[in-house]
């Protein structure tokens, strides 16, 4: 099993940030799957999730209208576009997956990990 994220970026606040996780080894078009960040010194803060088919997503409030996630079941691929970027925004972004298939705000209710990629907003 492998999900890996591409996409880490130093931008400037106000600008936009896309994020790709492509996965292998399990069978993507049956997981949920998550972007799930955690920022210096704190802990994980689920950002955002799709279920299987792609026809529900969910976003946190800090991140409603702003971020949009997507999914290519056909590639393997999950992604995060990130607009109007904030300093608070700066951190590590992992995706992960949900055997269930279904979306959740828990972070230890996934099943796989990516290693993270690092998003840095700054001036």
């Known amino acids: 099993v492998q999900l890996q994220e591409s996409g880490p970026g130093l931008v400037k606040p106000s600008q936009t940030l896309s994020l790709t996780c492509t996965v292998s080894g399990f069978t993507f078009s049956g997981y949920g799957m998550s972007w799930v960040r955690q920022a210096p010194g704190k802990g994980l803060e689920w950002v955002s999730g799709?279920?299987?088919?792609?026809?529900?997503?969910s976003y946190a409030d800090s991140v409603k209208g702003r971020f949009t996630i997507s999914r290519d079941n056909a590639g393997n691929t999950l992604y995060l576009q990130m607009n109007s970027l904030k300093y608070e925004d700066t951190a590590v972004y992992y995706c992960?997956?949900?055997?269930?298939?279904?979306?959740?705000?828990?972070?230890?209710?996934?099943?796989?990990w990516g290693q993270g990629t690092q998003v840095t907003v700054s001036s």
């Open positions: 992960a997956a949900r055997s269930d298939g279904s979306i959740s705000s828990i972070p230890n209710s996934y099943d796989y």
């Open positions: 799709i279920n299987s088919g792609g026809g529900s997503t």
